[in-house]
């Protein structure tokens, strides 16, 4: 493996382009490699970003690339397919994005790729599972960015309700990254205190917990109506990612990571809290979810089989 810290980004989109802007102004990473269907945007990109090199950090070489390079990178991001338009669900992209990554996870193996995969395509838990089984690779050395975003929004969103720091807050979401999400409030602290406490002892309604979600789950389809795609938040959160492995932090995120009966549920891959490192995923905390959580995650958990059989399935197959 190179002594470098190598990333690979395949899809020089919005959230691929977002991604590579953030690692640049965070430094960590001594090389970039992009790749993408449209190779004239590849080297635009490389132009623009490299010329912020100056007022970077750390030096990064950045480079427009082909496949070849995936045999010595750390970590290959995938961020490349069709995205949501106005009014549409991620789970509608499931078979025009499952070919997709079929194809790249083809080249990305052919070239002798050894390290780990992030997957930020939609419908992302849909897209790690097609990933990994056309990879073969380790199911911990295939990671999707899962509800890493909606964790995101929703830190940021109980922090301004309570007017405290989005670093304070430890609350998380599970499920889908999408509709059928859920937060597990029980599980949710501020400080070292419960969120439930707080509530109760500043006289905050119960309902506005739900509200919070609502508004989480709810933002994709605002933004997308508003400025046509979501970017900069997936941008962050995938290099929160990245150098959460780079560095071999044991970093707790809600990623997408395969089942294996942790939460009851297994054979598929979707959004939990987990210990990531050098090695991808090392561990998945096991939260105690109430009867109306588990509920909520078994049918979170039953849309992705019910996607698998019907829409992934042949493709593996073809
Ligand atoms: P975009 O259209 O701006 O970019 C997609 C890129 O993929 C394009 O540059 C396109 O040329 C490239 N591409 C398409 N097919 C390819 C192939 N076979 N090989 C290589 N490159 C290929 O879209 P975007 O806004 O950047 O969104 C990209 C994906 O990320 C979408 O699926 C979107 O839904 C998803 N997304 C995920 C999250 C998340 O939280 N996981 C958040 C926002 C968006």
Redesign the pocket.
Known sequence: MNTKRKVVL?????????FAYSLLNQGGVDELVL????KD?TIGEEMDLSHGLPYAPHKMDIKAGDYDECKDANIVVI??????KPGQS?LE?AVA?AK?MK??TQ?VMNNGFKGIFI??????DL?TYVVAEVSGMPKSRVI???T???TARLRYLIAEYLQVSSKNVHAYILGE?GDSSLVPWEHCYVGCKKMIEIMKDNNHPMEDLKKIHDEVWKA?YEIIEKKK???Y??GM?LNRLVKAILNDENAILTVSTYQNNEYGQEGMYIGVPAILNKDGVKEILELKLNDEEQQKFNHSCEIMKENIEKEIKPILAE
């Open positions: 395949v899809g020089a989109g919005f959230v691929g382009m977002s790749i993408d269907v449209n945007k961020t490349a397919g069709l995205s949501q991620r992209l994005n997709i194809e790249i080249n997957v930020a395509s939609n419908p992302v897209m999707g960015s899962g890493v975003l909606d990254h994709a795609a979501t970017y938040g997936i959160a």
